[in-house]
């Protein structure tokens, strides 16, 4: 069950356990408290596994924190903040929901989604995979009676591969229903902290009343009775439902009001007789976090497109979940109304998976899907191919963009050409394999539809991709096999870039649009070692491809100071956007610490990008790494004009406290005061996720190992300046 981690090669790391303060201690990744592990963990094998694997320092240990996500875009009375967590002793995980002030500053815990499950009859949940009938495939209830007889093959698999009896089998499906009655008793399955999973790379999503920015015709869009306006009334009192993955094997819905869990999918393409995969695995003692299941963070849109149960286009809400790590596949859920959540809706509930099966193309999907209009008139699911597609054809290891109709898929079966197309970069081969990683898309005429498409790959390469065209076959990169941008050697392009329009051009040539993204990667064993500089960059696509480093301006570091955990970068560099002759193209900064790296999105609020970069402890016996958090100009990529957040902690964002004497602004020789442009975390609060902000609060979930989860929380100054980031795509188009 996916591309897991394996630190039992490493045979020195078995020191760390003696170089402990407290040996009998696992060391936490995200959260939960730490405890003793003998009494939770199945078996002499999994308690030294998991021991080793949470003092090891490698991916499952520093790469653990999600973003954080909220119940609104706005501060409004009653707004929540909800944080996955994971606990390394027993691999158990929590979804726990924490009211926000006013302010936006964090209060008190409002409910913990483990705790909840765990006192749910096992079956009473609403629990549904992806099975078939007749030949076809059908979303069924995740019970015995009606799962395939392949689905219980796997529950069947022992430890040993042989394969166990019906009662074995059943036995196992209850456990994943949240039976605890096996656990190291009866037939000895692993025991666990909670039925709920670690829920590891995966954020939350909160999905209340309808809310997005469709018109009511035109372009596409429908009207009369079947306009969005007339939906978003319709579905304006659902209930609120918060959508996260974990890897217990399912996508969980649980209701924002209390926690309840009202919905649990488990991704048929996870089944697996392998001794290494599988849901069986997750009953195994000796079960050690090499594998991962639902991993990706799920995204969720209207859609207008005929279902399953008929062939009448109306609106649904979508959710489109992946696996990340776990799986190279993806699949989509008709989440419109919460209420009609049973079991026996099941076949209108699961509208279809798209796998490797479908199209060896596909490798394991870390890049997190858009839903969009396209200019054919059909919604679509896009997303980048990911890594390891496994396909041995011409374009086989090539980075490649997908477009998935949603309606492509409800009957079961999938077509290339009619129910879904790719969109090759003719970058890479079958020997050497790219892959695409998470696409921003963008409206640029401003009729609800998409246009352009930006993507990274694992080459270094930013391609843009020109779909406005309203023939899906003319669809193509947009400056033929060129990228847009690439930069250097081994610079990774593995997260969402954000694109906004140009902070100070407005008379550029089409599409005026600025691109701001890092570098690096942290997927996988052999990352956490790479130590070639990364940066972060600011692109400017004004129609021109085939951009590169030296067609961009390059920011200094006017400090850099990781004991007084300060850095300012130059607020004066001038980038020569007018220029007729040595025109550049935006700006980058190279990350100076050994390994530095940014792995996850940035966000834009009003002229200034924020962006978190991590810093991996390689040493043996590491327990996590550092990291800082960035704030810089999405001019220049450098220290904001005035300071923009609390530096020194006093509560208040003043110049007195947030700036400092430095020179060298512009090339000047003379000490000015300047904003600060990033603040190192404290070291014991380990590597930083992504930026989220709310109101005037930054917060960052950090990766602290003994404490449990630390959450960064900064003051930002007041800015009614809409955070362009993290929004659904049709909020990107340019004026």
Not at 584 to 602: H, M
Request: aromatic share 10%.
């Amino acid at each position: 069950a996916g591309r897991g981690i394996d630190y039992r090669a490493d045979t020195n790391r078995g020191s760390c356990l003696y170089n402990r303060t407290d040996p009998g201690q696992a060391t936490l990744v995200t959260g939960a408290t730490s405890g003793t592990l003998t009494n939770n963990v199945s078996g002499t094998v999994a308690t030294i596994n998991a021991v080793l694997e949470a003092v090891a320092g490698g991916i499952a240990q520093s790469g653990s924190a999600a973003a954080v996500s909220f119940s609104t875009g706005s501060l409004t009375e009653g707004s929540q903040l909800y944080q996955s967590k994971f606990n390394a002793k027993d691999w158990s995980g929590d979804l726990v929901a924490y009211e926000l002030g006013s302010d936006g500053s964090l209060g008190s815990q409002a409910w913990s989604a483990a705790t909840r499950l765990d006192a749910t009859t096992p079956g009473s949940r609403v629990m549904m995979t992806l099975g078939a009938q007749r030949g076809v495939a059908v979303g069924t209830p995740f019970r015995w009676s009606a799962i395939t007889s392949i689905q219980k093959n796997d529950l069947r698999t022992e430890p040993n591969s042989s394969r166990g009896n019906v009662s074995k089998g059943t036995a196992r499906l209850e456990y994943l229903r949240g039976d605890r009655s096996n656990e190291g008793k009866g037939f000895g399955f692993r025991v666990r902290g909670s039925a709920l999973g670690d829920i590891w790379h995966s954020s939350a999503i909160y999905v209340g009343k309808p809310g997005q920015s469709w018109p009511d015709s035109g372009g596409g869009f429908p009207d009369g009775s079947n306009k969005y306006s007339v939906f978003s009334s319709t579905q304006s009192a659902r209930t609120p439902v918060v959508y996260v993955g974990a890897n217990d094997g399912f996508l969980h819905g649980f209701r924002a009001s209390d926690g309840k869990e009202v919905l649990a999918y488990a991704p048929s393409t996870l089944f697996s007789t392998s001794i290494s995969a599988g849901y069986h695995r997750l009953t195994d003692p000796n079960f050690n976090h090499n594998n991962l299941y639902v991993d990706g963070t799920p995204t969720v849109s209207d859609a207008f497109f005929a279902g399953p149960s008929t062939k009448t286009q109306t609106w649904h809400t979508v959710l489109a979940g992946t696996l990340g790590g776990g799986g190279r596949g993806l699949f989509a859920l008709d989440v419109t109304n919460p209420s009609a959540f049973r079991e026996s809706n099941a076949a209108k509930t699961v509208l279809w998976e798209f796998t490797n099966a479908t199209d060896a193309h596909l490798g394991y999907t870390y890049s997190r899907p858009t839903i969009a209009l396209m200019n054919n008139g059909r919604w679509a699911l896009i997303t980048g191919n990911g890594l390891e597609d496994t396909a041995t054809d011409s374009t086989g290891g090539d980075a490649q963009l997908f477009v998935i109709y949603l309606d492509g898929g409800v009957d079961g079966t999938w077509t290339y050409g009619t129910d879904y197309i790719r969109i090759t970069t003719g970058s890479g081969s079958t020997s050497s394999r790219n892959g695409l990683f998470s696409p921003a898309v963008v409206d640029l005429d401003r009729n609800g539809t998409a246009d352009r498409i930006y993507a990274g790959d694992l080459n270094g390469s930013l391609w843009a991709f020109d779909v406005s065209n309203s023939i899906d076959t003319k669809w193509s990169p947009a400056h033929g096999r060129q990228p847009l941008f690439t930069g250097s050697s081994g610079q990774s392009i593995t997260t969402k870039p954000t694109v906004i329009r140009h902070p100070t051009v407005s008379n550029g040539s089409a599409p005026n649009l600025m691109v701001l993204f890092g570098t690096g990667r942290f997927l996988a064993d052999g990352d956490k070692t790479r130590s070639n500089t990364q940066s972060f960059y600011g692109v400017w696509d004004n129609g021109t491809g085939a951009l590169t480093r030296s067609s961009l301006a390059s920011q200094t570091f006017l400090l850099n100071d990781s004991g007084k955990r300060a850095r300012v970068l130059d607020p004066y560099l001038k980038v020569k956007y007018e220029k007729k002759t040595g025109r550049q193209y935006g700006w980058y900064i190279d990350l100076p610490a050994k390994g530095e790296r940014v792995v996850s999105e940035a966000l834009v609020r009003g002229k200034i990008v924020y962006f978190n970069s991590i810093i991996p402890d390689v040493s043996v016996c590491a327990s996590g790494g550092s990291g800082w958090e960035m704030s810089v100009k999405t001019e220049n990529g450098g220290s904001p004009d005035a300071p923009v957040f609390d530096f020194n902690e006093d509560g208040a964002v003043t110049v007195s406290g947030d700036t400092t004497s430095v020179s060298g602004r512009g090339g000047s020789t003379g000490e000015e005061q300047t904003a600060y442009a990033g603040k190192k975390l404290e070291e014991e609060q380990g590597m930083p996720a992504g930026p989220s902000i709310i109101g005037n609060r930054r917060f960052t979930p950090a990766s602290a190992t003994d404490e449990g989860v630390e959450m960064e929380e900064t003051l930002l100054i007041t800015n009614d300046a809409t955070v362009t980031g993290r929004l659904s795509w049709e909020q990107l188009f340019p004026d």
